[in-house]
């Protein structure tokens, strides 16, 4: 036999399923050329692929690196950072003053879980709106926010260990990355700075940025890897059927709630709320004196 074609290969190995001695003349031959057809076709098909990952990445690339080399050219890094922190009172700390930060303390992970962890993960979920300089918000339900956030992202560790499909693995382990990976960014800058004389915070009594806002950025993994370990946690306690109606049922009352603690805010005559009413109407509330603060007459803020 001169040459063998794909054709020729697949006549070969049909004939050897009732003839023995075809298998085992012609087999050896047929194998590779069959290979070197598939291998030939799928060829065009890794190149397409290789392309567009590497489209992929130049398209996510290159517009950080051109921010990047922009912020170091007018600013003094690249980040843009130094001119901000510089205005705000901060400084970078030295080596020497590095492990002064209560992280590294005797009851280090104590700060790491309660005035760090807790007032990240409450924040990121109620935000930061203030009013008459305190937070609108409910110590009960910041708990909630904060354990809830911490038990349901174990749970989706716990069942990604024994997922099967490797799709889902590749996905849910990069959200899961996503979120740690941007809590942690946050606990090391907390360690690197001094802030200075500041009374809002981070300040040298309260050395932790717990805004939760800064973690907006990766909101879609937090909300895909909690309502995965919430998935499995009910269907763990064969109540599968009623995951998606307790969901709802979180978001309906959590919201209610922080609308009637709000109450005071909608109502002031200040708030932008009444506005559209006091220009129909043209009609001006007066402003209290200065120095004074009426109750109920101030308006929303969103820093502490």
Known sequence: MGSFSPRSSVMASSVSTTRSNAFSRDGPLCSPSTVLAAEASAAPRRRDGAWKVLTLLLAATLPVVAWLTRNTRLTAGPTGSYQKYAALGWSLKGLDTLWDHPFFGRDGLIQLVQPFGHGLLSTLWRGEIVWHQAPMALPSLDRFYSISSTLFLAFAIVRLVGASSREERRVTWTCVATVIAAVASLAVLSTLFDFGHRTLHPTPSWPYFTSGRLLTGIL????????????????????????????????????????????????????????????????????????????????VGTNR
């Open 220 to 299: 879609v993994p937090f909300a895909t890897t909690y309502l995965y370990g919430v998935e499995w946690a009910f269907a763990r306690a064969r109540l599968h059927r009623l995951a998606l109606a307790a969901v709802g049922a979180m978001v309906v009352l959590i919201t209610a709630l922080q609308i009637a603690f709000a109450t005071g805010a909608f109502e002031s005559r200040y708030n932008w709320f009444h506005l559209p009413w006091r220009v129909a109407t043209g009609t001006t509330p007066s402003a209290p004196p200065l120095g004074h603060s009426r109750a109920g007459d101030a308006t």
